[in-house]
């Protein structure tokens, strides 16, 4: 892989006899793909051997992760989540049963999906538990879309399946409908009685006298879709030095197009006002990154370019930004 340069719970210890994990055993299964050159990634060169390949989108505290790592060594499983704390947390729960065969992202999961993984690699998918967002202004943010049923029928294998437990009848019959339209073979969504994937959620909604649903669906027809974090990070150098009145000048920079956005919400100057740091705010189709654009000077030029202390994926709004901010300098 090149780099940018810039069981139940009870049974898991039984996998790993030696003890509990040291605090920082997570860091082992992290990955960080917005740092990887070439995308969507060879997963089989990452893990070092080919095996099936299984996604859990929004894994929680990973006990699911956990429980399959354990159970099934053969499998090679990669999860995402938005959130650090589960990613540690899980990543403790897989140093506990001692597990080599499961990586964590700390990305959108439907992003992630689309862009990480090539066409027909994937053999599972599973989706527990997502946040329904009922509201309609809120619906952008659901995991489930026609958007994320076409990325499914792009990255899954033929025959390979999607696995979706709610406690929202609701969002699985209108899953079941968009992964229908994708060409999809789907079974549910039926009630789950017995014991479903272990998680803490599912654990609270029992409690709480909750019915459980469970959906899966086959891959049929195949899908395509468009992906757009690839490409050279983006730069560009300047015939000329910048003041920090210039640099200043750029904050409240803003463009927006139909399925993207980018604004340039800070600046923050060097102790001399030479060079400076650009902080922004970029969209594309919905996936938000906060990022850093420097702006330096190298042998009486500039060279504006994105700051390795906070590197996003390389999205169009992202490289339209620099590209817009070296433009307004360069017109300064």
């Known amino acids: 892989m090149r780099y940018l340069r810039t069981a139940r719970r009870g049974a898991l210890s039984s996998c790993r006899p030696n003890g509990y994990p040291r605090r920082v055993d997570f860091v082992r299964y992290l990955v960080r793909p917005e740092l990887w050159e070439d995308l969507p990634a060879d997963w089989a060169e990452l893990f070092g051997r080919d095996a099936p390949l299984g996604v859990e989108i929004g894994f929680g505290n990973g006990e699911f992760l956990a429980e399959t790592a354990c159970a099934h060594p053969e499998w090679n499983w990669v999860g ?6 589960c990613v540690v947390k899980a990543g403790r729960k897989l140093a506990q049963v001692g597990a080599s065969h499961v990586r964590l992202g700390l990305v959108d999961g439907r992003f992630a999906l689309r862009e990480l993984f090539a066409d027909e690699t994937v053999d599972r998918v599973c989706v527990h538990f997502p946040c329904p967002w009922p509201k309609r202004s809120h619906a952008e943010r659901r995991v489930m879309d026609v958007g994320f049923a076409l990325t499914l029928a792009t990255v ?10 709610t406690d929202v009848h609701s969002y699985a019959q209108g899953a079941a409908s968009d ?23 599912e654990a609270k909604w029992r409690r ?19 992906r757009t974090a690839e490409g050279t990070m983006p730069h560009a150098r300047l015939g000329k030095p910048v003041t920090g009145d210039d640099i200043r000048a750029v904050v409240g920079l803003k463009d927006v197009w139909t399925g993207g956005a980018f604004v340039v919400k800070g600046a923050y100057l060097s102790s001399d ?12 189709c919905g996936f938000e990154q906060q990022y850093l654009i420097a702006v330096r000077r190298e042998d009486g030029a500039t060279m504006v370019k994105l700051d390795g202390a906070a590197v996003p994926f390389r999205t169009p709004a992202v490289k339209r930004s620099v590209a817009a901010v070296a433009a307004a300098l360069e017109e300064r």
């Not at 995402?80 to 704390?85: G, P, R």
């Not at 709480?208 to 468009?226: F, M, P, Y």
């Open 80 to 85: 995402f989540e938005t959130s650090l704390t």
């Open 208 to 226: 709480q006298g909750r019915r459980i649903w469970r959906l899966v669906a086959e891959r049929g027809t195949k899908g395509s879709t468009l």
């Open 273 to 284: 006002g030479r060079e400076g740091i650009l902080r922004l705010f970029a969209t594309d």
């Open 156 to 165: 899954l294998r033929f025959r390979g399946r999607f696995e979706l437990t």
């Open 179 to 201: 992964l229908g339209d994708a060409g999809f073979q789907v079974s549910g969504p039926e009630e789950l009685a017995s014991v479903g994937p272990g998680s803490r959620y």
